[in-house]
């Protein structure tokens, strides 16, 4: 539970830096103003930061290698190459398990593609992806000080 209060800290200085340099501009993010932009990209950059760390991490965890890619306009990814089907389903889902846990369960953070591939992955080692997601959110709870510290690091360098 120490760790996911140090993540949950690390994460709230971001957003809150950012909804302070917002609030700086004075305009609302429709104005055309620089500041809402870069508030909204600063969320969505540690919100990215969070899931593709998740990803990483258990990948890692699991015995494969990862590296993620975090974008100046907040985009990331992830590549991976599990050897396994229920590798590849458990690691799909924890970029978003990770992210809920930040997000309390608000963070709708799996991606088109992640959830394509989750099914096809989930097909093929036999599981549901509901159980996919449970193994994922246990393996992220477990490993969450690591991940904290990839996702700051990712959110700062653009990539690990």
């Known amino acids: 539970m120490t ?18 340099a917002s609030r700086a501009g004075g305009k609302s993010s429709y104005s055309g103003n620089v500041t809402p932009y870069a508030r909204d990209t600063a969320a969505l950059r540690a919100e990215n930061a969070v899931h593709e760390a998740g990803h990483v991490i258990i990948s890692r965890r699991r015995g494969h290698s990862a590296s993620a890619r975090l974008w100046p306009n907040g985009n990331g990814g ?11 389903a458990v690691i799909l889902a924890a970029g978003s398990a990770a992210a ?3 997000y309390f369960k608000c963070y709708m953070g799996i991606t088109r593609d992640d959830a394509s591939e989750l099914v096809g992955a989930c097909r093929r080692a ?6 996919a997601y449970r193994m994922a959110e246990d393996e992220v709870r477990a490993n969450w000080g690591a991940i904290e510290r990839a996702a700051k690091r990712l959110y700062e360098n653009g990539r690990i």
Not at 3 to 18: A, K, P
Not at 80 to 88: G, I, K, Q
């Open 3 to 20: 760790s996911l209060i140090c993540g949950v800290t690390f994460i709230s200085f971001l957003l809150v830096f950012s909804a302070a």
């Open 100 to 102: 809920n846990l930040i």
């Open 126 to 131: 036999g599981i549901t992806p509901d159980q």
């Open 78 to 88: 992830t590549s991976v190459y599990p050897r396994t089907a229920l590798d590849e």
